[in-house]
């Protein structure tokens, strides 16, 4: 058995289809398909059966994919074992953070990282989404919820707080909130976006404010706030060094 082929194999098991396989590792349709060819004539069994929604595993290939995990994660496994000395420091290492955290805190670091580790370059992936490490989908993740991925080395960094802010041109012309923000324009993230816990508490304290604009960058937010659109909550790591904004006293949001 070739144990590439089974690479293959997770990708279809994981995209449902031949298509959507080849994407995922760069590669073409065919190719896919002969790879899984190979590995079914060298075992002597088919592992897929084909429905109206693609390809699925039948109960050959579910106990080959169960197989294949395993070995993946041990091979990943060994892979965070290997000290930098024995892998080289060299090549692109994929960051995946919030925009808050890479505008305020991986950006500014890039100078001195790369005058240590010159043969290194960052990739830095600003989504909210919980990329997969165990996919290669980033290898490192700055996160402000505990990942729910297993084999994965957790450390926690720091606390991030919060603060309402607004400018100083909205302030003059609408007065600062007292107590919730009743009256006021407010910024807010998406209304599905519950995952952290400041937007619960941004909501509760919203009163009848007019919601002004949603949106799931900060830094969208941040720049809505500092134009006079209303009162944002964001990380003090952002806000605190935008000359701009204007920090309200309020009830501290939860920290994370």
Known sequence: MDWDHLRFVLAVADAGGLSGAARALGVDAATVSRRLDALEAALRCKLFHRTRAGLAPNSAGTKLIDHARRIEGEVRALAFELAPEDRGLGGTVIVTATEAIAAAV???????????????????ATDIRALDLSRREADIALRLLMPTQRDLKVRRLAAVRYALYASPAYLAAHGTPEGDLAGHRLIDWPLPYTVIPQVPWLRAR?????????????????????????????????GDGDAR????????PPRQ
């Open 206 to 238: 919203a009163g009848n404010a007019v919601v002004v604009l949603r949106s799931n960058s900060a830094m969208v937010r941040l720049a809505a706030a500092a134009a006079g659109a209303g009162i944002a909550m964001l990380p003090r790591l952002l």
């Open 245 to 252: 904004l204007v920090a309200l006293a309020a009830d501290e």
């Open 106 to 124: 991986l950006a500014p670091a890039l100078p001195a990282f790369h005058a240590r580790h010159p043969a290194i370059a960052i990739e830095i």
